[in-house]
């Protein structure tokens, strides 16, 4: 499985930015999906993740509200939606694939099995 994030950019603070998830080499209709970021000097974060069928997502209670997922598993793509951001949300941000997980695993770097490249996302104040 190859992942590749695309949308990143510079982007004023209030401003929005979708980034996208594009899967190939099989189709992960069964597979969960996450959004993890990483910023310079820290560890990678857990953004947002969504179930193989769509029907569960969760999200870091520091983008809640603002940050939607969502997949298209005829496309084999997921998105992030991401409104009114932040200068903290600049960071690297990664998707992530794995076969499916417990629940609880779903925010758990971990757990995941493929990445993708990353894509920087840069919030100016």
């Known amino acids: 499985v190859q992942l590749q994030a695309s949308g990143g950019g510079l982007v004023q603070a209030g401003g929005p930015l979708r980034l996208s998830c594009a899967a190939s080499g099989r189709p992960f209709r069964d597979w969960d999906m996450g959004w993890f970021r990483q910023a310079p000097g820290k560890e990678r974060e857990f953004v947002a993740a969504?179930?193989?069928?769509?029907?569960?997502?969760i999200y870091a209670n520091s983008v809640k509200g603002r940050f939607t997922i969502s997949r298209d598993n005829a496309r084999n793509t997921a998105d992030l939606q991401m409104n009114s951001l932040k200068p903290d949300d600049t960071a690297v941000y990664y998707c992530?694939?794995?076969?499916?997980?417990?629940?609880?695993?779903?925010?758990?770097?971990?757990?995941?099995?493929?990445w993708g490249q990353g894509t920087q996302v840069t919030v100016s104040s």
């Open positions: 992530a694939t794995t076969p499916r997980v417990a629940y609880s695993g779903l925010d758990l770097p971990s757990s995941y099995k493929y």
């Open positions: 969504i179930r193989y069928s769509g029907g569960t997502t």
